[in-house]
């Protein structure tokens, strides 16, 4: 590639490279650039950058909420872990007003990255690449497992679906996967010493 030099004021300078845009999945991926920036901006000064932000389809008029995930803070045994920030935005959406976006919470997410995959720039909505919120005190290892465990389609466990959220509690964690902006299962696990045991599943349908 050739790049053209520019004389600016009598010194050399090399031209400026255009920000590439931030990734926006689902939902996220109707917002224009300006809106985008208006989202990360209610969010404020973190101490990593931004990854991507995601969305899911709202069923309320006039209400949004928008994932905005930092890129990983740590790497460890196969387990990647960041913040993710939850904004939430609404306008009249009779008299077509702007929105007006104020942040909610920040919580923890975790990433299993697949085998073969770059899961850093493979970024597509309902992909088991994704990251997932983490609300519970899982060790490395333990998240690993859990992961593996729902990946590999126990029972009737739709593995190929993404992780949207782990919670509950290390000896009794509970799995929410995503199929779809509005189907996924919901999947309680119980620990057998050193392995997993499958409790139940519920399909979930908004």
Same mark, same amino acid.
């Given at each position: 590639?050739?790049?053209?030099?520019?004389?600016?004021?009598?010194?050399?300078?090399?031209?400026?490279?255009?920000?590439?845009?931030?990734?926006?999945?689902?939902?996220?991926?109707?917002?224009?650039?300006?809106?985008?920036?208006?989202?990360?901006?209610?969010?404020?000064?973190?101490?990593?950058?931004?990854?991507?932000?995601?969305?899911?389809?709202?069923?309320?008029?006039?209400?949004?909420?928008?994932? !905005?995930? &930092?890129?990983?803070? =740590?790497?460890? $045994?196969?387990?990647? +872990?960041?913040?993710?920030?939850?904004?939430? /935005?609404? *306008?009249?959406?009779?008299?077509?007003?702007?929105?007006?976006?104020?942040?909610?919470?920040?919580?923890?997410?975790?990433?299993?990255?697949?085998?073969?995959?770059?899961?850093?720039?493979?970024?597509?909505?309902?992909?088991?690449?994704?990251?997932?919120?983490?609300?519970?005190?899982?060790?490395?290892?333990?998240?690993?497992?859990? !992961?593996? &465990?729902?990946?590999? =389609?126990?029972? $009737?466990?739709?593995? +190929?679906?993404?992780?949207?959220?782990?919670? /509950?509690? *290390?000896?009794?964690?509970?799995?929410?996967?995503?199929?779809?902006?509005?189907?996924?299962?919901?999947?309680?696990?119980?620990?057998?010493?050193?392995?997993?045991?499958?409790?139940?599943?519920?399909?979930?349908?908004?």
């Amino acid at each position: 590639m050739i790049e053209i030099l520019l004389l600016v004021g009598g010194l050399l300078a090399t031209p400026q490279r255009a920000v590439p845009p931030t990734p926006r999945l689902g939902a996220a991926a109707k917002l224009a650039d300006a809106e985008a920036a208006t989202v990360v901006e209610a969010v404020g000064r973190q101490a990593r950058p931004v990854w991507f932000l995601e969305a899911r389809q709202s069923q309320i008029p006039g209400v949004e909420s928008v994932h !905005v995930f &930092f890129r990983p803070e =740590s790497a460890s $045994s196969g387990v990647r +872990r960041g913040r993710v920030a939850l904004v939430r /935005g609404g *306008r009249d959406t009779a008299r077509s007003g702007p929105w007006t976006w104020s942040l909610v919470s920040i919580s923890a997410y975790a990433q299993v990255p697949l085998p073969g995959r770059n899961c850093d720039q493979d970024l597509v909505q309902n992909d088991r690449c994704l990251s997932f919120l983490l609300s519970s005190e899982l060790r490395d290892a333990e998240v690993l497992s859990i !992961v593996r &465990f729902v990946r590999s =389609s126990p029972g $009737s466990v739709r593995g +190929r679906c993404s992780i949207y959220s782990i919670s /509950g509690t *290390r000896d009794a964690p509970s799995v929410f996967i995503l199929c779809g902006d509005f189907k996924g299962q919901q999947i309680a696990l119980r620990r057998q010493g050193s392995a997993w045991l499958l409790v139940e599943v519920k399909d979930i349908v908004a």
